[in-house]
């Protein structure tokens, strides 16, 4: 069964330091991976994607993640982080292709980074 | 111009009750989705809608369906509520199955 891994509850991180948030998945097949931010009382934003191609992805508000096939991961990375980008981080992978559940969205449990000036 | 919407945002009622919750995209999205969110911020997969082909997330009980009346709405209907529907409802779309979802703001339900 497809399963996506965020094995840190919480990343406490300095403004202007670098930032990772780390993600790791189980999926058959070639996976489509996601990550999503959610900011309190809000709907999710999509930030970036990996779906074939450059192993670093780069997404909105100066996100960008590696893609690591050995390592089936997918981490959340980002140069100098911001007291804005405090929220709760979900990585996400998607059925592959085939069945009745093909494009489901399977989520991590959530990240939540907190930056602090 | 919000692309996908969901109304309404707060929805409080007494158990035993049958409630709707709407969701609209004007994205010309093909797929649309349910999702619930726990209270420990847990998202899981409810429902899928594709060219009127629904696919049910097997863990879901059958007071839950979807109803699609065009492309562009599909529609969460709950019946006989239950303390433990208490979540936030998640409506998406994409352009197709595996493309990339779209989230709405969500709607907070808390069964009484």
């Known amino acids: 069964a497809q399963s996506v891994a965020q094995p840190e509850d919480q990343v406490n991180v300095a403004e202007g330091n670098p930032l990772t948030v780390k993600c790791t998945y189980s999926?058959?097949?070639?996976?489509?991976l996601f990550w999503y931010v959610q900011y309190p009382n809000r709907g999710l934003q999509f930030l970036l994607k990996y779906i074939t191609g450059d192993n670093l992805v780069k997404g909105s508000y100066g996100f960008e993640a590696e893609f690591n096939k050995s390592q089936t991961s997918f981490h959340l990375k980002k140069p100098s982080a911001l007291v804005s980008d405090s929220a709760l981080y979900f990585c996400a992978v998607s059925e592959p292709s085939g069945g009745g559940s093909q494009g489901n969205l399977i989520f991590g449990k959530g990240t939540k980074l907190s930056v602090k000036p | 111009d919000t692309a996908v919407s969901q109304t309404p945002k707060y929805l409080v009622t007494q158990m035993g009750n049958d409630k709707s919750i709407k969701c609209e995209q004007n994205?010309?999205?093909?797929?649309m989705y349910w999702y619930k969110q726990d209270s420990k911020k847990f998202l899981k997969i409810m429902f899928s809608?594709?060219?009127?082909?629904?696919?049910i997330n097997e863990t879901v009980p059958n007071r839950f369906s979807p109803k699609s009346p065009d492309k562009a709405h599909l529609n969460l209907h709950i019946n006989s509520l239950e303390l433990g529907d208490s979540a936030v409802y998640f409506c998406?779309?994409?352009?197709?199955?595996?493309?990339?979802?779209?989230f709405g703001p969500g709607t907070r339900l808390l069964v009484l």
């Open positions: 809608y594709n060219n009127k082909e629904l696919i």
């Open positions: 994205l010309g999205h093909d797929t």
């Open positions: 999926v058959s097949g070639n996976p489509y």
């Open positions: 998406a779309s994409s352009p197709s199955r595996v493309g990339t979802q779209y």
